[in-house]
């Protein structure tokens, strides 16, 4: 079957998957797809909300192009930080920055998290605190306070985390990246793996080296 694309966010996503998980709405004659439940609920209540189209940092083209950006972009940054000595600065403003996209819709990215996160899954509770612990790593790293202690956090955390993400793409499973929040399209790619990657070996480098 054809690919179809979600209203609400703008990803693609089958129609046997679509229909396997009950995200088929019909309405005013008209079937349409989404890549999951929060989605198909928010169109249910107000489907004149998304008549107008998918906003361009929900498109599909976005979707694709930015994780890319973002990861020419997180390299170039860890490699400077690392040449100039400005390495837990940068994993400071780093999670600063992430968590404070998360935030807005709290809900949305428990959901999306809990998806692929290997320990979100697991501990109640774990997807709900997560946008604060990444902010109180920011500021850590950034006041040089308890660095240990928040080098080892972060390699367990993103650690654990890219187990889950490898899992994910591994089984070719179409998912929203939770990593940047709920209100862009960010799908799960290996960019998002790469994220956990150069934490974990900043975080690393600043423990053992």
């Not at 187990?163 to 179409?174: D, H, P, Q, Y």
């Not at 790619?189 to 070996?201: G, N, P, Q, R, S």
């Amino acid at each position: 079957m054809e690919d179809k694309t979600d209203p609400v966010c703008g990803m693609r996503t089958s129609y046997s998957k679509a229909k396997a998980s009950n995200l088929i709405l019909k309405k005013d004659g008209k079937e349409y797809y989404f890549c999951n439940l929060k989605h198909k609920e928010e169109f249910s209540k107000n489907p004149l909300k998304f008549s107008k189209g998918i906003p361009w940092y929900k498109s599909e083209k976005f979707g694709k192009v930015f994780p890319w950006i973002l990861g020419i972009t997180l390299i170039l940054f860890s490699g400077l930080s690392m040449i100039y000595n400005f390495m837990t600065l940068y994993m400071g403003i780093f999670f600063i920055l992430f968590s404070l996209m998360k935030m807005p819709d709290w809900k949305g990215f428990i959901e999306a998290f809990s998806t692929y996160d290997i320990l979100a899954k697991h501990i109640p509770g774990y997807a709900i605190i997560y946008p604060a612990l990444e902010f109180i790593l920011g500021i850590l790293f950034i006041t040089n306070s308890f660095i240990s202690v928040a080098a080892w956090i972060t390699i367990i955390a993103l650690g654990i985390g890219g187990i889950g993400v490898t899992l994910k793409l591994l089984k070719k499973e179409k998912f929203q990246c939770a990593c940047l929040g709920t209100f862009i399209n960010v799908p799960l790619t290996k960019v998002t793996l790469l994220e956990d990657i150069i934490m974990v070996a900043m975080a690393s480098m600043i423990l053992f080296l």
